[in-house]
Structures are given as C-alpha cells and as structure tokens.
C-alpha cells in the first residue's frame, strides 16, 4: 500500500516552503498526499489564501477553520489540536508533516505524537529570540523526523537531545522555487496586482508577542513614518495574525491615499519571489528578510528584536525603531546589491525530501529516546 502523508499548513510562509515536498509526493507512485489547510489560510482579512492552494493544482485538501480575528494564541492551537485529531480519526495516515514554528505546527506534531503517528519537522533546529522559538523547539521536541535546512540547525537539535540518524539536511524547500526558471516575469506580477511604480521596496513587519503593547504601536507608527519620510516606493503586505497585529493596522493607516504605497494582504508566493527579487530592498522584522532576500543578494533593513539571532549576512543590516536611524540606513544600505547565499541550501530540497522518505524513515520508532551528548555519572 502507498504511505500517506499529510500537510499541515496554516500560514501564506509555511505553505510556500511546504509546497515543493507536496508537489514532490503528488508526483509519486509510492506516496499519497493529504493537505490540512487551517490558520490565516482561511481568513478573509489575510486574503483567505486557501485559494492559491487550490490554485497550485492540489486536490486532496481539508479546510478547517481554527480561529476568528482576535482568538489568542493558546486558543488557536486548542481549536487546532481537536479539528486536527478529528481529522485523523475519519482519515488515518502514516505520517504528518509540519513546518517551522507556528501554533498549527505545535498541534501537528502534538496529535500526531499523541496517536502514534510519524511526524516529520521541516527546519526546525533554527533560532530567532521570542515565542517562536520556543514553539519551533517543543515541536522538534514532539516530532520523530527532522528535515533542517542547514549544519547549524542540526546541532542545535543533537544539542535538543534528538537522534542523529533522523536529522537529514535538505536545505530550505522555498529555495527550489526561488532558483527555479518558472517565476512570473516582473511586468506579469506588476500587472496582475496593478503595480503602477517601477522603482520600490518591500515593507513587511509582524508583530512581537513577548512585547509591551504601548511599545508594540509605537515601533509600528516608527516604522510607518519612516516609510513615509523616506519618500520611496513601497510594496506592503499585511502582518500576519498574531496578538498586536492591531497596532500595525492603524499605523499603516498613514499610508491611505498616498499613491507611493501598494498595500496587500497576501501575494501569491511566486509573485512575491518575482518581486523581493526586483526590489531595492525589503524592510521590517519578517524571517524573508533573513532567509530569502540574501538568497538574491537583495539588502534587508531589519528593525527591532524578532530576529535577533537568527542568521547574520552582510546583506542585512540589524537596527532598532529608531526614525533617523531607518532613514539613514534606506539611503545607505538599501541601494546596495549582495552577493548571493546558500547558507540554506542550493534548491534541490524536494528532491532530498522524496529520497529520504523514499528508504529508510520509516524503521524510525514512533518511541523516542532523548540522545545523551555526555555520560552522565549519575545514570
């Protein structure tokens, strides 16, 4: 019989990392695919973006919808855990596998460990400094497999106690997708979202849970501000739904009217590619300011504590709210170009994910045993 795997995915991010594997299991004789499709997917503020899932040619798809604006985050994930298990009783599968760092991630890989079910882990091992960073590690921490998407990461989770043979390093999966010859062109993308201007930057900015809510606004009317008194162009996409997302909504509500902002609440993820890969740079406190723009040599103006120690580049510059200081950095880092990065890989993460799965993952005991780094003398 076909191993059947299935997807759990709940952000426009986790989706366009997920998206290769899935295409590669699609593609299979020896696998089926299932995809659980809950979170901002299915909100209509983000720009309900379970439609690109039906549009990328996926067909067995659930629809779950965990949450409703404003629902914290302990609730969501509870909301999760019970559509999820339910799921599962209906549809049962030999494998689940999850992505990064998300409350829908922490419920896979809890109702998978919780039914015996294999979870396999994509990029976990990485660091970033608030609560998704604790996520991240308790869903490595829940999950069998582990598919990281660099050396570093995999330390990490040796140090995290977990068992060297279920560590495999296929890079970061959105690379295959980046480096591909199938982008849009830019005239197609600035078409299809009407995008008037020729010379721009992306603006992305989330907000930080572990911060104080006076704090969190007034980093965001910082942020928009500097936006404006830069006098450039600006692509800007929605926050994603975490608590404090509020407070950046009514600072972009400086931007209305003015025709140097485009504002979106999600683009489809090849059409974003297309344009981080033409801008001048990408500023604000998103992990694609990190992960992907270097991919391209595309400079990151990166603000504030979100990423504080994530991966360090020299194409991206790490500051805080500061108005002068924004500004002083667009004028001088934001018209550079860099040379590009593989530190997570060089896009042929689809194809290590089939081979592995392919051979010998499946011996891997569903029982885990924490990995001692030392002997301990008291055992």
């Given at each position: 019989?076909?191993?059947?795997?299935?997807?759990?995915?709940?952000?426009?991010?986790?989706?366009?990392?997920?998206?290769?594997?899935?295409?590669?299991?699609?593609?299979?004789?020896?696998?089926?695919?299932?995809?659980?499709?809950?979170?901002?997917?299915?909100?209509?503020?983000?720009?309900?973006?379970?439609?690109?899932?039906?549009?990328?040619?996926?067909?067995?798809?659930?629809?779950?919808?965990?949450?409703?604006?404003?629902?914290?985050?302990?609730?969501?994930?509870?909301?999760?855990?019970?559509?999820?298990?339910?799921?599962?009783?209906?549809?049962?599968?030999?494998?689940?596998?999850?992505?990064?760092?998300?409350?829908?991630?922490?419920?896979?890989?809890?109702?998978?460990?919780?039914?015996?079910?294999?979870?396999?882990?994509?990029?976990?091992?990485?660091?970033?400094?608030?609560?998704?960073?604790?996520?991240?590690?308790?869903?490595?921490?829940l999950s069998h497999i582990h598919f990281v998407a660099?050396?570093?990461?995999?330390?990490?989770?040796?140090?995290?106690?977990?068992?060297?043979?279920?560590?495999?390093?296929?890079?970061?999966?959105?690379?295959?997708?980046?480096?591909?010859?199938?982008?849009?062109?830019?005239?197609?993308?600035?078409?299809?979202?009407?995008?008037?201007?020729?010379?721009?930057?992306?603006?992305?900015?989330?907000?930080?849970?572990?911060?104080?809510?006076?704090?969190?606004?007034?980093?965001?009317?910082?942020?928009?501000?500097?936006?404006?008194?830069?006098?450039?162009?600006?692509?800007?996409?929605?926050?994603?739904?975490?608590?404090?997302?509020?407070?950046?909504?009514?600072?972009?509500?400086?931007?209305?009217?003015?025709?140097?902002?485009?504002?979106?609440?999600?683009?489809?993820?090849?059409?974003?590619?297309?344009?981080?890969?033409?801008?001048?740079?990408?500023?604000?406190?998103?992990?694609?300011?990190?992960?992907?723009?270097?991919?391209?040599?595309?400079?990151?103006?990166?603000?504030?504590?979100?990423?504080?120690?994530?991966?360090?580049?020299?194409?991206?510059?790490?500051?805080?709210?500061?108005?002068?200081?924004?500004?002083?950095?667009?004028?001088?880092?934001?018209?550079?170009?860099?040379?590009?990065?593989?530190?997570?890989?060089?896009?042929?993460?689809?194809?290590?994910?089939?081979?592995?799965?392919?051979?010998?993952?499946?011996?891997?005991?569903?029982?885990?045993?924490?990995?001692?780094?030392?002997?301990?003398?008291?055992?």
């Open positions: 019989m076909k191993k059947r795997i299935l997807f759990v995915t709940g952000t426009r991010a986790d989706f366009g990392k997920l998206k290769p594997l899935i295409n590669s299991v699609k593609y299979s004789n020896d696998f089926e695919y299932q995809i659980f499709v809950t979170g901002m997917h299915t909100l209509s503020k983000y720009g309900r973006t379970l439609t690109e899932i039906e549009k990328s040619g996926f067909e067995n798809t659930f629809i779950f919808l965990n949450q409703i604006e404003n629902d914290n985050m302990e609730i969501v994930l509870a909301n999760t855990i019970i559509g999820l298990s339910r799921y599962l009783h209906e549809n049962p599968v030999d494998l689940i596998v999850v992505h990064g760092d998300r409350v829908e991630a922490l419920a896979g890989a809890s109702v998978g460990a919780l039914q015996n079910i294999l979870v396999a882990h994509i990029e976990g091992g990485e660091v970033s400094g608030t609560i998704d960073e604790i996520i991240r590690h308790s869903v490595s921490k660099n050396e570093n990461a995999k330390k990490r989770l040796l140090q995290l106690g977990e068992d060297k043979s279920a560590i495999f390093n296929i890079g970061s999966p959105d690379i295959d997708i980046m480096l591909s010859d199938d982008l849009p062109s830019l005239s197609q993308v600035k078409r299809h979202y009407d995008i008037k201007f020729d010379d721009y930057s992306i603006a992305l900015l989330h907000p930080v849970t572990t911060e104080n809510q006076e704090i969190a606004f007034n980093n965001a009317k910082i942020f928009a501000q500097a936006l404006l008194e830069s006098g450039r162009n600006y692509v800007v996409i929605y926050p994603n739904n975490d608590s404090g997302s509020n407070h950046i909504f009514r600072a972009y509500e400086l931007f209305q009217k003015n025709s140097k902002f485009k504002i979106f609440p999600s683009l489809r993820f090849e059409y974003f590619l297309t344009l981080l890969k033409n801008s001048r740079f990408i500023i604000g406190n998103s992990s694609c300011g990190i992960h992907e723009a270097p991919v391209y040599g595309i400079p990151t103006i990166n603000l504030g504590t979100r990423q504080n120690r994530r991966f360090k580049h020299t194409s991206i510059a790490d500051i805080p709210f500061e108005n002068n200081l924004i500004l002083k950095t667009i004028a001088e880092h934001g018209n550079k170009r860099f040379p590009i990065c593989h530190h997570y890989g060089y896009g042929k993460s689809a194809e290590h994910f089939l081979n592995t799965l392919s051979n010998n993952v499946w011996n891997i005991s569903n029982q885990k045993q924490f990995i001692e780094l030392y002997q301990n003398p008291y055992v």
